[in-house]
């Protein structure tokens, strides 16, 4: 039997010696209707069923023996989200594309179709953040754990909600994300402030009129474009079409806004004039609640944060994502807006912005305290590199990491690779070895460049031990540091990441700007080869893989980027 299919197995039997009646009821109801677990309030969102807030999600997930069922289409469109019209992919059709709900502890089972006929373009849907525990094969990452899946062909991917909160989904092949092929993930669990009313994502997205695809051109030859405008929510107003973004409120009640960066090249201010926002989560982690004016969110983070409309007179307050011009070109630096409303009609705010600097930072790591304390040990495994970029032979910008850059081929993941044997890797391959199980690993990634990137590590929530601009003086925080799926890299900086050993597979560490990612920015770690090489299910990927490479071989696609 199959390593995965065992797996589930051992789920469903775990869950069937498990019943809890009111867990039994919800499984035949719609996904989005789910009722919160038992005990969870608006006055008590610490709670959830036999857990709570302090459980350590790493160790204990609630056996809910609940599997969510999901169908996704990625098409070809025309949209025009602030009123002017161009041609974009998405996912069933509306950018951003459904949200994906589960609650703490089910299976998710999603099975995606490529209907993107025209630009014959091959897909992949990676589930950002999604700790994918010896699901590997599952992170839909393009030539590392899987081969595109061609126009006319489905894939379907299999994880467990081991954790809660907030994230999206989003193509990993080229700037396919960044052509629209996203949406949201919302994983129910409790809480570590209370709130009134949960209002679901809120995506900020950076929109030019040409795509992606077109800018890239202009990306690699001369270097990062400066786009249109941005998008709240998949909307905005544009000169004079379109329309803001709205979100109604009562007077006294608190919400929650699941606040995402889903722009391909924009560091993001996020603010609501005269409201507070209290931070609760980063990325997928709980954290002891804080009160700030404004947020500062990097590309690929996410911030849970609890706004509470206790205004006495205006009824109107912009609602702002402002690109943060230090590491952002963009065209509409004002205009990226919303309206946050109370009663009546929506009228246009009058309001002034909180006052704050244009520069790209991370919320300050002493401000990022999560409820479940870890800390970290010696690292048993380190090293350091350092990024750079130049022009390749062909005059093109490429990025490197310790003067490589990846390039790896759609057709030949490093699963297949693994899977025949491979153990001689190519220097442009970006594979880091990590043989020994739970060692832990430190990795410092330093640039004397003055561009800030922020850092995604697929598999893992990693550590954040030092992060800062110039050289890193020594110090770390090892005792229950921030620790996420992305921090950034600041300018002229260093981050000092660590995690542990404890998921085996190849697991992609990237820079999240869109054009970084296909320009080579990217490592990959091959974590406890033998046991990775275990969990492969040969058949499932190499039946993709098949019908890929049958698809290319009638239309022979070309790969102009890293291949990831
Ligand atoms: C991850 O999977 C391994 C192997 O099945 C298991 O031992 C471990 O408990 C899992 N961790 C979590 C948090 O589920
Ligand atoms: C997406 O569209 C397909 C049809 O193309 C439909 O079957 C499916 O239910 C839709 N999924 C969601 C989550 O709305
Ligand atoms: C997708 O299609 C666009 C438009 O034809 C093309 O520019 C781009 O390179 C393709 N991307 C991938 C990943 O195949
Ligand atoms: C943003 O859009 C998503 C997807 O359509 C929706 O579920 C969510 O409620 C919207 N957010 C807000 C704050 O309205
Ligand atoms: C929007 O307004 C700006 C400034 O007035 C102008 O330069 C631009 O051409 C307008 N764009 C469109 C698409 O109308
Ligand atoms: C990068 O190069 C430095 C200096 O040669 C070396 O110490 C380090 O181990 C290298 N890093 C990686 C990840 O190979
Ligand atoms: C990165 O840090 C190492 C160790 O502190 C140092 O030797 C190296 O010069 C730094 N490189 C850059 C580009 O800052």
């Given at each position: 039997?199959?390593?995965?299919?065992?797996?589930?197995?051992?789920?469903?039997?775990?869950?069937?010696?498990?019943?809890?009646?009111?867990?039994?009821?919800?499984?035949?109801?719609?996904?989005?209707?789910?009722?919160?677990?038992?005990?969870?309030?608006?006055?008590?969102?610490?709670?959830?069923?036999?857990?709570?807030?302090?459980?350590?999600?790493?160790?204990?997930?609630?056996?809910?023996?609940?599997?969510?069922?999901?169908?996704?289409?990625?098409?070809?469109?025309?949209?025009?989200?602030?009123?002017?019209?161009?041609?974009?992919?998405?996912?069933?059709?509306?950018?951003?594309?459904?949200?994906?709900?589960?609650?703490?502890?089910?299976?998710?089972?999603?099975?995606?179709?490529?209907?993107?006929?025209?630009?014959?373009?091959?897909?992949?849907?990676?589930?950002?953040?999604?700790?994918?525990?010896?699901?590997?094969?599952?992170?839909?990452?393009?030539?590392?754990?899987?081969?595109?899946?061609?126009?006319?062909?489905?894939?379907?991917?299999?994880?467990?909600?081991?954790?809660?909160?907030?994230?999206?989904?989003?193509?990993?092949?080229?700037?396919?994300?960044?052509?629209?092929?996203?949406?949201?993930?919302?994983?129910?669990?409790?809480?570590?402030?209370?709130?009134?009313?949960?209002?679901?994502?809120?995506?900020?997205?950076?929109?030019?009129?040409?795509?992606?695809?077109?800018?890239?051109?202009?990306?690699?030859?001369?270097?990062?474009?400066?786009?249109?405008?941005?998008?709240?929510?998949?909307?905005?107003?544009?000169?004079?079409?379109?329309?803001?973004?709205?979100?109604?409120?009562?007077?006294?009640?608190?919400?929650?806004?699941?606040?995402?960066?889903?722009?391909?090249?924009?560091?993001?201010?996020?603010?609501?004039?005269?409201?507070?926002?209290?931070?609760?989560?980063?990325?997928?982690?709980?954290?002891?609640?804080?009160?700030?004016?404004?947020?500062?969110?990097?590309?690929?983070?996410?911030?849970?944060?609890?706004?509470?409309?206790?205004?006495?007179?205006?009824?109107?307050?912009?609602?702002?994502?402002?690109?943060?011009?230090?590491?952002?070109?963009?065209?509409?630096?004002?205009?990226?807006?919303?309206?946050?409303?109370?009663?009546?009609?929506?009228?246009?705010?009058?309001?002034?912005?909180?006052?704050?600097?244009?520069?790209c930072l991370d919320e300050d790591m002493s401000k990022l305290v999560p409820i479940v304390p870890k800390s970290v040990s010696a690292a048993g495994?380190?090293?350091?590199?350092?990024?750079?970029?130049?022009?390749?032979?062909?005059?093109?910008?490429?990025?490197?990491?310790?003067?490589?850059?990846?390039?790896?081929?759609?057709?030949?993941?490093?699963?297949?690779?693994?899977?025949?044997?491979?153990?001689?890797?190519?220097?442009?391959?970006?594979?880091?070895?990590?043989?020994?199980?739970?060692?832990?690993?430190?990795?410092?990634?330093?640039?004397?460049?003055?561009?800030?990137?922020?850092?995604?590590?697929?598999?893992?929530?990693?550590?954040?031990?030092?992060?800062?601009?110039?050289?890193?003086?020594?110090?770390?925080?090892?005792?229950?540091?921030?620790?996420?799926?992305?921090?950034?890299?600041?300018?002229?900086?260093?981050?000092?990441?660590?995690?542990?050993?404890?998921?085996?597979?190849?697991?992609?560490?990237?820079?999240?700007?869109?054009?970084?990612?296909?320009?080579?920015?990217?490592?990959?770690?091959?974590?406890?080869?033998?046991?990775?090489?275990?969990?492969?299910?040969?058949?499932?990927?190499?039946?993709?893989?098949?019908?890929?490479?049958?698809?290319?071989?009638?239309?022979?696609?070309?790969?102009?980027?890293?291949?990831?």
């Amino acid at each position: 039997m199959r390593p995965q299919k065992f797996l589930f197995l051992a789920y469903a039997l775990a869950a069937a010696a498990f019943t809890i009646p009111q867990l039994e009821a919800r499984k035949s109801k719609s996904p989005q209707k789910a009722k919160p677990c038992a005990g969870n309030t608006a006055h008590k969102r610490t709670k959830w069923c036999d857990y709570d807030i302090n459980t350590d999600y790493t160790q204990t997930v609630p056996n809910t023996g609940v599997t969510r069922e999901y169908w996704l289409s990625i098409d070809e469109i025309n949209v025009a989200p602030d009123g002017i019209e161009r041609f974009a992919m998405a996912v069933n059709g509306t950018i951003p594309g459904p949200t994906i709900y589960a609650d703490w502890g089910d299976n998710v089972v999603v099975h995606v179709t490529n209907h993107l006929d025209e630009s014959r373009n091959g897909t992949s849907i990676h589930w950002h953040g999604i700790r994918q525990n010896y699901t590997n094969q599952n992170d839909g990452v393009v030539s590392i754990t899987q081969c595109p899946t061609a126009p006319g062909s489905s894939i379907t991917y299999k994880w467990r909600a081991a954790q809660y909160g907030s994230s999206w989904y989003h193509s990993h092949i080229g700037l396919q994300a960044w052509e629209g092929v996203f949406g949201g993930i919302i994983i129910n669990g409790p809480a570590s402030k209370n709130y009134d009313v949960d209002k679901g994502m809120l995506f900020l997205n950076d929109w030019s009129h040409r795509t992606a695809d077109e800018l890239y051109t202009y990306a690699q030859a001369v270097g990062p474009p400066t786009l249109d405008t941005g998008l709240i929510n998949g909307t905005n107003k544009y000169n004079d079409t379109g329309s803001y973004f709205t979100m109604r409120a009562n007077k006294g009640e608190s919400y929650r806004l699941r606040v995402l960066n889903a722009a391909i090249d924009t560091h993001w201010k996020f603010m609501i004039d005269n409201h507070q926002l209290t931070v609760i989560a980063m990325d997928f982690v709980p954290i002891k609640p804080y009160t700030t004016e404004y947020i500062n969110i990097g590309m690929g983070q996410r911030y849970d944060i609890i706004v509470t409309a206790n205004q006495p007179n205006a009824r109107n307050h912009w609602i702002r994502a402002v690109p943060q011009t230090d590491c952002s070109e963009n065209d509409n630096v004002e205009g990226i807006k919303g309206i946050l409303h109370y009663y009546g009609k929506v009228g246009t705010p009058n309001t002034s912005p909180w006052q704050f600097d244009d520069i790209c930072l991370d919320e300050d790591m002493s401000k990022l305290v999560p409820i479940v304390p870890k800390s970290v040990s010696a690292a048993g495994w380190d090293a350091m590199t350092d990024v750079t970029v130049s022009k390749n032979t062909n005059n093109l910008f490429r990025w490197y990491l310790n003067s490589t850059t990846m390039q790896v081929e759609w057709e030949d993941p490093t699963l297949l690779q693994i899977h025949d044997g491979t153990t001689e890797w190519e220097a442009s391959s970006g594979v880091i070895e990590l043989p020994n199980a739970n060692e832990w690993v430190y990795l410092l990634i330093n640039t004397s460049m003055p561009v800030a990137h922020p850092i995604h590590l697929h598999g893992h929530d990693f550590f954040i031990l030092a992060q800062g601009t110039g050289p890193w003086d020594g110090t770390t925080v090892t005792s229950n540091p921030p620790r996420r799926d992305t921090a950034l890299l600041e300018s002229s900086g260093y981050l000092l990441m660590a995690w542990e050993t404890d998921n085996p597979g190849a697991w992609l560490m990237h820079c999240h700007i869109g054009w970084h990612t296909s320009e080579g920015f990217a490592l990959q770690f091959i974590e406890r080869y033998d046991e990775a090489k275990e969990l492969i299910n040969y058949d499932y990927v190499n039946d993709n893989c098949q019908s890929w490479i049958e698809y290319d071989g009638e239309f022979s696609i070309e790969q102009e980027d890293s291949g990831v």
